[in-house]
């Protein structure tokens, strides 16, 4: 009797496992113009404020941030590089932290005058182009950690007025299984999909984004698709375009990472 009692109390607590959702990930998309000839100082800039962002992880204010470049990256076809900073908490997002707590615990030592230098030097280096809110809605299943060097293709997509829950729901239950695929038989690395969390009325560029992950070009050019596309999917792609427009795409390789 007590050995049933074990396998049952063994089997509850795996159900309660399997139904548990991951924890919520929020994300803070800023995306950076360089000016020509400041594209050295804008590297400094961001290598002097890693070390804020690793004491901002450590104070519990976020749990992560990194620095992509984007391509393409011209002077007249928008941000160059992209940082993102990652929460588990909405709130936390919208507040930013302590940052002077998290300044001076990487830079004790700083006097005013170096301190006020620092920022100008961030100031000049790059221009803050806009900011993006997001809440992340999907993710396939997989164990890819993003080393330095990984090539994420973000695709910014506008759903249409009234069109957004089908929209997910399609891209939930159509395609992920096709991209669960995909990253099993080594396609690519990840998929992801991204809610816009301001600026969700019409007048926004983007409601959603999806990316995929890869290991770097090689597998972007290389891995290909192994899986061909079920009838559904292909019925689902024609559909698509109702849903949503996908409004642009950009390559950003991870320079920068904090954990």
């Not at 620092?118 to 993006?132: G, I, N, P, Q, Y």
Request: with cysteine; proline share 3%.
């Amino acid at each position: 009797m007590k050995k049933l009692f074990m396998i049952m109390v063994m089997a509850l607590f795996t159900t309660i496992a399997i139904g548990q959702e991951e924890e919520p990930l929020f994300l803070l998309f800023e995306f950076m113009h360089v000016d020509e000839g400041q594209g050295t100082a804008y590297l400094e800039t961001e290598a002097f404020w890693e070390k804020v962002h690793v004491q901002r992880v450590k104070n519990g204010d976020c749990i992560g941030w990194d620095l992509w470049r984007l391509e393409p990256s011209g002077q007249k076809q928008g941000s160059q590089y992209m940082t993102v900073s990652l929460y588990n908490d909405p709130v936390k997002m919208m507040d930013g932290g302590d940052f002077m707590k998290a300044w001076n615990g990487a830079y004790p030592n700083l006097t005013d005058s170096e301190s006020n230098a620092k920022m100008e030097m961030t100031a000049k280096s790059r221009d803050l182009t806009h900011r993006v809110f997001l809440q992340q809605i999907d993710l396939t299943k997989d164990d890819f950690d993003m080393p330095l060097g990984t090539l994420a293709v973000i695709n910014f997509m506008k759903a249409k007025p009234g069109q957004s829950a089908a929209y997910e729901k399609m891209e939930s239950e159509v395609f992920k299984p096709f991209h669960q695929s995909d990253v099993e038989s080594g396609g690519r690395s990840s998929w992801g999909m991204l809610r816009n969390m301001l600026g969700y009325a019409t007048e926004a560029y983007a409601s959603h984004i999806t990316f995929d992950m890869y290991t770097g070009y090689d597998q972007f050019f290389n891995g290909g698709s192994n899986v061909p596309a079920t009838e559904a999917q292909q019925k689902a792609y024609q559909e698509m375009n109702t849903l949503r427009d996908l409004k642009s795409v950009t390559h950003a390789t991870l320079v920068k990472k904090v954990r």
